[in-house]
């Protein structure tokens, strides 16, 4: 069971709201759930800002910036020192090879997310 789920998953391909998975039984189609389809939603955004150069599995500055600015644009809004948005891209480059790899921009996703959360928490207390 568990060999025959690593090969279905391996063999996945996203489609809009739904995945395919093939096995030796055949391909079925599933609709995702939300969790599902928001973390494909960031694998898509990643990569289509990775592609656009260079290593594409790794963001350059350039690009990171492009995707903060057009993927997070609210949040960008309160971003007003530049010098601010270098550090923070210095800080998610835990490798040191000036570029964004997914496992960084996920601790980067995280860390927002997080403080999201917190933000909306405390100001339901407030209420």
């Known amino acids: 069971m568990e060999e025959?789920?690593?090969?279905?998953?391996a063999t996945l391909q996203l489609h809009d709201g739904t995945f395919e998975v093939t096995s030796e039984k055949g391909k079925r189609r599933v609709r995702m759930t939300n969790l599902e389809t928001s973390m494909s939603t960031i694998i898509?955004?990643?990569?289509?800002?990775?592609?656009?150069?260079?290593?594409?599995?790794?963001?350059?500055?350039?690009?990171?910036?492009?995707?903060?600015?057009?993927?997070?644009?609210?949040?960008m809004t309160h971003v007003k020192d530049q010098a601010a948005l270098d550090s923070l891209m210095e800080t998610l480059d835990a490798?040191?090879?000036?570029?964004?790899?997914?496992?960084?921009?996920?601790?980067?996703?995280?860390?927002?997310?997080?403080?999201?959360?917190?933000?909306?928490?405390?100001?339901?207390?407030?209420?």
């Not at 025959?4 to 998953?9: A, D, L, S």
């Not at 490798?95 to 921009?105: A, I, K, M, N």
């Open 4 to 9: 025959e789920m690593r090969h279905e998953m």
């Open 44 to 75: 898509a955004v990643f990569q289509k800002y990775s592609e656009r150069e260079g290593d594409k599995h790794k963001l350059k500055k350039s690009e990171l910036k492009e995707l903060l600015h057009d993927e997070l644009p609210d949040l």
């Open 95 to 127: 490798d040191g090879d000036s570029e964004c790899d997914f496992q960084e921009f996920m601790t980067f996703i995280s860390m927002v997310t997080v403080c999201c959360h917190d933000y909306f928490e405390h100001e339901h207390e407030d209420e």
